[in-house]
Structure formats: structure tokens, C-alpha cells
């Protein structure tokens, strides 16, 4: 019998996020305007929707950075785009009979750099374009330099409730290492003007694995985002994929902490925080007991989008902005990654989808299994297979990588149940992976699992 892998050979495994199934490199062609429209027109008034707007600029890019974003330093960009999206909410609108929206979420990038008047002349079309009567979260990611009295004022009366800020770390050192100099005061005052205009749920951001970043550091850093009392907090690993994000090539890899020193860093920061008082949801995020993601991971309900583990439980997640991805009953949307074309399709008339996936049958139970296991530290295959297919056996495909996850003290197996060992999780993707038809398959490349 093989022996035992130690955490330090997990923790190098590359796996995908699992925000998705199947995940993006999966994407294609197939799946284009028409297709999308087509999908759009069959919800149903009754369908209850999510709007993700995202904002791909920034005024500097981060050496770290994973997003999809870009450098704007003058206001020209940033006004045509604004114009782009008010069209996209009418393309969007004019598509589906379905109007109810229960979230919104704005992601970058750096929404905030839309300013006071762009922000609500958007929220305004929306509100004429659908119905935002049962809203339930209105979130936006925030970068803290760039709040100030009256953009506070203004997303207070977008109706703006949640505040997502990046803070990533808060010793100088780091933050010079990652092109991001922000110091606590400034991430300080700005929670203390969300909370003067009443956005009380704040989540803080933060990162493990950066360079020059000690276990030190990221216990400093998780000590001064807890003293500040937001509702939730997240402690990402930072993804070095020079390949994908090319200005990441700009960190030297001679800085960035080992496998190691990676895990002693998410371990310190879930001590901190869990001698806080946060609860641990899932894999990455924290939550005060009160909080509604808190609620949902006791209860079973908790789920797992593009934005990571959320709430939000609509009939369907409809896309805005460039690269922005949507998901409807029948598979996952994406529009054109680049402005350019994501605009000549909008002033078109026309959804600005270039790529998706269709589900089939076998999707849908596999991304349950896979999600199910993410939130919940533990699924019953079984139970699942049964259900869809008629014979328990259906995922037992799973078995061979879930038995050396069980040799290696990651997961405990009864039966088809599997349940993530308090020391494997951490390593939750690698059970998720097991699950995973596509990545038999490809060759794409994906980050650490720790």
C-alpha cells in the first residue's frame, strides 16, 4: 500500500476554484448571442433574477491582481462604458419577461470609479427596467483609497447594504510587494463613512501567500480587520499565474512564501478569527453568527457563485459589462472579454455573449455534488446518484481519488458519504476535483490548492 502524501504535496496540487461547473476553461463558442437569447426569452415573469455588473477599471493595477481589469487614469473610458451598461440593462430587459431581481452585485475592477452620478443614473435604469421591490442584497466591491463622504452618501441612496473592501494586508512591506500601499487608516475611515450613511454589512478582504508576506504578517493583518468588526471577512490564497495574468510576472516568485509557509499563514489567520468570534463558511470565508451567510452554512442552504460563496439563491444570475458571466437554468453565459466588441454588440441590439457552456443532465449532479461538498464539508454521492440516475453507483468514478484523499487523512468515507477531517479541509478542492469529469479530460492550468 502507497503511502500517505503529506499536506505539503497537496497543497501543490493545481485544481480549479470551483466557483462553477463545469468551470471556465470549459467554455465555447457553442454557446453565442443567439443561443443566449434564446435561453433568456424561456424565464418565466415568476423567475426570480441576480445582476452582476462589472467594471473593468482601475485607476493602477496591482501586481497581484487576478481580475479583469485595466488601468483608466483619464474619465473617458470610464464615461463610454457607463453609457454601454445603461444600453446593456435595456438589451438585457427588453429580452426576458423575468423582472423580479432579488441581488446585485457590482464587481471589478473598481465600481467605485463610476463616481456618485454614474452609479445612480445605473441604478436608476435598473429600477425602471425591472423590479427591485424585494431586493434582498445590493453588494459592490470596493477599493478603500478611492471612498470617500460623498460616494458613501451616493451608494447609501442607491440602496447599496453590503460593502465588499480589499484590504489583502496591512504591513508596508507587503503592500509595496504588490503594488498596493494602503495603509489601516485609510481602510479604517472607510468603514467608518459606510457605517455613517448605514451600510452596516462590511466584509474585508484579505490574502495569504503574497510576497515578502510572513505568518506574522497575515496574523497582524487578520488582528486589525477583526478589530474593525465587519460582518464578514475572506482569506484568499494568492494565485501566482504569471501565464494568465502576465503583470504578475512583475513579483518576483523568489518572494513568494513555499507550500509550507502558505499553510501555517491560513491556519494562523482562521485562529485569529476564529478567536474573534467569526464562524468558518466553507473554504475561504468567516462570518459573524448573526450574519445571513453564517445562517445559511447551518442551515444548509448556503451556495457558491462567481463571487464565491453567497446567499443568493435566484432562478437565474444575468451578466453586465465586459467578461461578465451569467448563469441560466440551461448553461453559463459569458460576454465578450474585450470592451470593444463587448460594446459593438450592445449598440447592436444584441447580447454581447461570446462563449458558455450548456448543461447536460450529468452537469447538473456533478456542480451539486461539487457545490454541496464546498459548503457543506460533506455531500452523500450516493443519495444524489440514486436520485438522478436510479442506481447509487452512477459517481462511483469518484471512489479511486476519494479513497487516496482518505489515505491521506483529507476525507473520511461511509459509503458514498464523504466528509471533509478538519485537517483536510483546507484541501476541499481536491475532494470537489474527484467529482470533476472535465479535468480528466484537459490540460488547462489552474492554481495551488492551498
Not at 234 to 263: C, M, N
Not at 300 to 309: P, S, V
Request: proline letters at 6%; charged letters at 20%; one cysteine or more.
Amino acid at each position: 500500500m502507497s503511502q500517505p502524501l503529506s499536506p505539503l504535496v497537496l497543497a501543490e496540487r493545481s485544481v480549479p476554484r470551483y466557483t462553477s461547473y463545469p468551470t471556465a476553461p470549459h467554455f465555447n463558442a457553442a454557446v453565442d448571442a443567439d443561443v443566449a437569447a434564446h435561453w433568456l426569452a424561456e424565464l418565466t415573469p415568476e423567475a426570480s433574477l441576480s445582476l452582476y455588473l462589472h467594471v473593468p477599471y482601475c485607476r493602477s493595477i496591482c501586481t497581484y491582481c487576478g481580475c479583469h481589469t485595466k488601468a483608466a487614469r483619464r474619465d473617458d473610458p470610464v464615461e463610454a462604458y457607463t453609457r454601454t451598461l445603461l444600453s446593456e440593462i435595456d438589451v438585457l430587459a427588453h429580452g426576458t419577461m423575468a423582472r423580479r431581481v432579488t441581488h446585485i452585485h457590482w464587481g471589478g475592477g473598481t465600481p467605485s470609479l463610476l463616481g456618485p452620478e454614474r452609479l445612480i443614473a445605473l441604478v436608476e435604469r435598473i429600477g425602471s427596467r425591472f423590479d427591485l421591490s424585494r431586493s434582498v442584497e445590493h453588494a459592490i466591491e470596493l477599493d478603500p483609497r478611492t471612498v470617500d463622504a460623498p460616494l458613501a452618501r451616493a451608494l447609501a441612496r442607491c440602496g447599496v447594504n453590503r460593502a465588499s473592501l480589499g484590504v489583502q494586508d496591512l504591513n508596508l512591506h507587503v503592500q509595496e510587494a504588490i503594488g498596493r500601499v494602503q495603509p489601516f487608516e485609510i481602510v479604517r475611515d472607510c468603514v467608518a463613512m459606510l457605517r455613517a450613511e448605514g451600510i452596516e454589512a462590511i466584509n474585508l478582504d484579505l490574502m495569504y501567500g503574497l510576497p515578502k508576506q510572513s505568518v506574522a504578517d497575515v496574523e497582524r493583518t487578520a488582528a486589525l480587520a477583526a478589530g474593525l468588526s465587519p460582518t464578514r471577512l475572506a482569506i484568499f490564497g494568492y494565485a501566482h499565474v504569471p501565464w494568465f495574468k502576465t503583470h504578475q510576472r512583475l513579483i518576483d516568485a523568489a518572494t513568494l512564501p513555499g507550500a509550507s509557509e502558505r499553510l501555517e499563514q491560513a491556519d494562523a489567520a482562521t485562529r485569529v478569527l476564529l478567536a474573534g468570534g467569526y464562524e468558518v463558511i466553507g473554504l475561504d470565508h468567516f462570518a459573524r453568527p448573526d450574519d445571513p451567510m453564517a445562517v445559511a452554512a447551518r442551515a444548509g442552504t448556503l451556495r457558491r457563485n462567481f463571487q464565491g460563496y453567497t446567499t443568493d439563491v435566484a432562478d437565474a444570475l444575468l451578466g453586465l459589462g465586459a467578461s461578465s458571466i451569467g448563469r441560466l437554468p440551461r448553461g453559463f453565459v459569458q460576454n465578450a472579454p474585450d470592451v470593444g466588441n463587448w460594446r459593438r454588440a450592445v449598440e447592436a441590439g444584441r447580447l454581447p455573449v461570446v462563449k458558455g457552456v450548456a448543461f447536460s443532465v450529468e452537469d447538473h449532479i456533478r456542480g451539486g455534488v461539487i457545490e454541496r461538498l464546498m459548503c457543506d464539508f460533506a455531500v452523500d454521492f450516493g443519495s444524489a446518484a440514486e436520485s438522478a440516475y436510479g442506481h447509487a453507483e452512477a459517481l462511483d468514478d469518484a471512489l479511486p481519488d476519494l479513497r487516496a484523499l482518505e489515505r491521506d487523512g483529507v476525507v473520511e468515507m461511509d459509503g458514498r458519504t464523504v466528509r471533509l477531517t478538519p485537517k483536510g479541509r483546507p484541501f476541499m478542492r481536491l475532494a470537489a476535483a474527484a467529482f470533476d469529469s472535465y479535468l480528466r479530460q484537459g490540460a488547462a492550468r489552474h492554481s495551488v490548492a492551498v
